[in-house]
């Protein structure tokens, strides 16, 4: 019923920037939180990013000031703005959504995007 499709991911050198997007169709009657969760080989998953209906937002502090996350309620998309990339930051990123699926009581889906991969090294 719902979808998540994530782009943008690729290589870059250190400094440099990419652009994160992750676009949610289907079935959809409105989307709470929207983030972007990331995982290196042999590290545990981290939460990078989160953004409220409201564009209220939330940043790990390894990327505070670095990256922005930002929402397009009319398309149903959550960005993630990467600067001053670092090879730390290197990992397969993942777009998180928690979908309200409408009805007369609460009915929810915690979605996830296919992962896409940010590698950063010179």
């Known amino acids: 019923q719902v979808q998540l499709v994530e782009s943008g991911g690729g290589l870059v050198q250190p400094g440099g920037s990419l652009r994160l997007s992750c676009a949610a169709s289907?079935?959809?009657?409105?989307?709470?939180?929207m983030g972007w969760y990331r995982r290196a080989p042999g590290k545990q998953r981290e939460l990078v990013a989160s953004v409220t209906s409201g564009g209220s937002t939330k940043y790990t502090a390894s990327v505070k000031g670095r990256f922005t996350i930002s929402r397009d309620n009319a398309k149903n998309t959550v960005y993630l703005q990467m600067n001053s990339l670092k090879p730390e930051d290197t990992a397969v990123y993942y777009c998180?959504?928690?979908?309200?699926?409408?009805?007369?009581?609460?009915?929810?889906?915690?979605?996830w995007g296919q992962g896409t991969l940010v590698t950063v090294s010179s």
């Open positions: 289907g079935s959809i009657f409105s989307i709470n939180d």
């Open positions: 998180n959504a928690d979908i309200d699926l409408g009805s007369d009581y609460p009915n929810t889906l915690d979605a």
